[in-house]
């Protein structure tokens, strides 16, 4: 989907519909706006529900200062037009009030941007912005300020967050993004020691081996492809609803009966994916005018090396991921089923998920998911249901985790337990 061709007031809508629905900001809290080329400033309303907004009750603040629309425009106007006034090269701001970020708000911090290679890419500073009176010119002053720096991201005091970007898929990614950081910094920190990336392991995390393949022109396309791209499509949809992954992040594949693979297109965003986005990789090649995920190398050699995986999900589920960045064991004898899904996982050092073949020889039947330190999950199956069930088995039991955490011991399923499972399910050492 190119939004330049989408209508600010559509925009507008469709964004805060997205982060109403997230649970990321409330009825009358956050605003958004967006400036167009004439300069016209289009703008969410005051004192209009924000589950419900339609295009008609968007505004528009024209360059003179007359305002077109059936509402009044966000009583934080002020502060908007004074991030446009800083920064001319900005066309989007968002504002909004999601509870993670507003506990970084109230606490006068900056979330850790360094838990995992995607949160630096994406959000490369952030700044405070010190209190003022909502919708008043100081606060405008005062935010404008940040903005002028060169920051396109401020935390303000006791309020929430400013967001500028070029576009407002951009300004929702940062927002994305920043809250996710924020919610994981939480959870991690109630179970162990947070580890951050240095600069050297930022470096090794830029790859560019989905840009390097060679092209090939599909002529056809079978049933079996027609239908696990129908498939991928459904459950992609339904892991960003889920919060498994974030609008960009986030790589799932499917093997085909040839050996070829479809996986997840770089760089798109996960919530509008349709079947022809996906990229078929055939032979080394990928399919013509496509850019396949930066992951397409290591779910190439899994495939090569394991020819029982028929589907792999990388992803960046919360509270998994608070494991991965913290040295908080991760066991997942807790219920019979979280055993019987996900048997012992591995947490591997972060450098080697740009090892291809070493995570491949990590992977068998006792070990189909791992996770890697400070950077994703890594989950297989012999179908895309049964990887996406793991997936979800994983991210659900590292929530049980956390949460038992406040209660006190963990009673886990004993040795003697666990062999009797294995008897019952045929599980294979």
Known sequence: MNINYIHPADQLVMFMQRIYDKGLTTTSGGNLSIMDNEGNIWITPAGVDKGTLTRNDIICVKPDGSIVGPHKPSSEFPFHASVYKMRPDLKAVLHAHPPALVAFSIASRIPNLDLIPSIRRICQ???????????????????????????????????????????????????ETLNFAADLEIQAARIG????????EHRIAVTNHHTKLDDFIPRTFTSEE????????????RSYRQGLFTATHGTYSVRLADDSFLITPFGQD???????????????MKEL?????????????????????????????????AFAITDAGFDPRTIPESYILLRDIKKLPYGEIYDSEAISKELDAAHPAMMVENNCVVVTGNSLLQAFDRLEVLEATAHSLINASALGTVDRIT?????????AFNLVD
Do not use: W
């Open 289 to 321: 005018g496509k850019t396949p995920s930066r992951a397409v190398h290591l779910h190439e050699i899994i495939y090569k090396t394991h020819p029982e995986i028929r589907a792999i999900l990388q992803a960046h589920p919360l509270h998994a991921m």
């Open 193 to 200: 020691k947070i580890k951050s990336l240095n600069e050297e």
């Open 226 to 237: 027609l239908s696990a791209r129908r498939d991928m499509i459904t459950l992609i949809k």
């Open 125 to 175: 500073d952030a700044k405070i912005a010190v209190y003022g009176v909502p919708g008043s010119e100081d606060l405008g002053d005062k935010i404008g300020a940040v903005f002028a720096e060169g920051c396109d991201i401020a935390i303000l005091e006791n309020h929430g967050v400013c967001i500028g970007a070029q576009d407002m898929f951009t300004a929702f990614q940062r927002f």
């Open 415 to 423: 040795d003697e337990e666990v062999e009797d499972l294995k008897k």
């Open 270 to 284: 996960r919530a509008y994916l349709e079947e022809d986005d996906l990229v078929r990789v055939k032979s080394g």
